[in-house]
């Protein structure tokens, strides 16, 4: 089974400072991870996946996270906010290989850019 | 633009009553996956379809059915209406394992 937790429901920055969002994944498998975005009234948008490659992932909009298996984690950051980086963010796992490919998600955390 | 459509984007309807909700998969893509988000559930796996077959199902009411017709489409059939069941309904597709891509959504309202 497979379950995951983020730190802080609201995270508010500066525009022009470091973004980071955390996520804590438990996975009885090797996990494959996500992270998407929400912006108001639309679906999700995939930003970057971690598939047991590299651990560090780059994903769109300057956005990267580091997989670290010692830590059950994979936080998302980015260095400069930008105001257009204000949405909901999601973490989720699926099960790495087998048939069971379906998305645990987070609770989500609300991203605030602040002038 | 995902290339996942849904519709219809946005269902009002009374408790008890009967909805269908419909999703065209991007092009190419076997497998659809249903997905409610609601406040107090946050975004929950309902079901996956692979090629017309059911694969997972996830926290799915028995009220709730779907099915994969043959061009793939899929429909997720909501019945017997509670307000609980207020929520945005998202549909998922994919080729098999792949990344899922999202559609934008159908609110359910009931009132």
């Known amino acids: 089974a497979q379950s995951v937790t983020q730190l802080g429901s609201h995270v508010s920055v500066s525009e022009g400072a470091l973004v980071l969002l955390r996520c804590n994944y438990s996975?009885?498998?090797?996990?494959?991870l996500f992270w998407y975005v929400q912006y108001p009234n639309q679906g999700l948008q995939l930003l970057l996946k971690y598939t047991s490659a590299a651990t560090l992932v780059k994903g769109i909009n300057g956005f990267e996270a580091e997989f670290k298996k010692s830590e059950t984690s994979f936080h998302l950051t980015k260095p400069s906010a930008h105001m257009r980086d204000a949405a909901e963010y999601f973490c989720?796992?699926?099960?790495?290989?087998?048939?069971?490919?379906?998305?645990?998600f987070g609770k989500g955390t609300l991203l605030t850019v602040n002038p | 633009d995902s290339g996942v459509t849904q519709t219809p984007k946005h269902l009002i309807t009374a408790t008890g009553q009967r909805v269908t909700l419909r999703c065209s998969p991007r092009s190419g893509d076997l497998s659809v996956y249903w997905y409610q988000q609601s406040l107090d559930q946050g975004l929950q796996f309902l079901i996956q379809y692979y090629n017309g077959e059911e694969r997972a199902k996830g926290n799915i009411l028995e009220r709730f059915s779907a099915q994969q017709f043959p061009d793939l489409h899929s429909e997720l059939n909501l019945s017997s209406l509670e307000l609980g069941d207020s929520a945005l309904y998202f549909c998922?597709?994919?080729?098999?394992?792949?990344?899922?891509?999202f559609g934008p959504g159908t609110r359910l309202t009931v009132l």
């Open positions: 998922a597709s994919s080729v098999t394992g792949g990344e899922q891509f």
């Open positions: 996975s009885s498998v090797p996990p494959y």
């Open positions: 989720a796992v699926r099960a790495g290989g087998g048939s069971n490919y379906k998305l645990t």
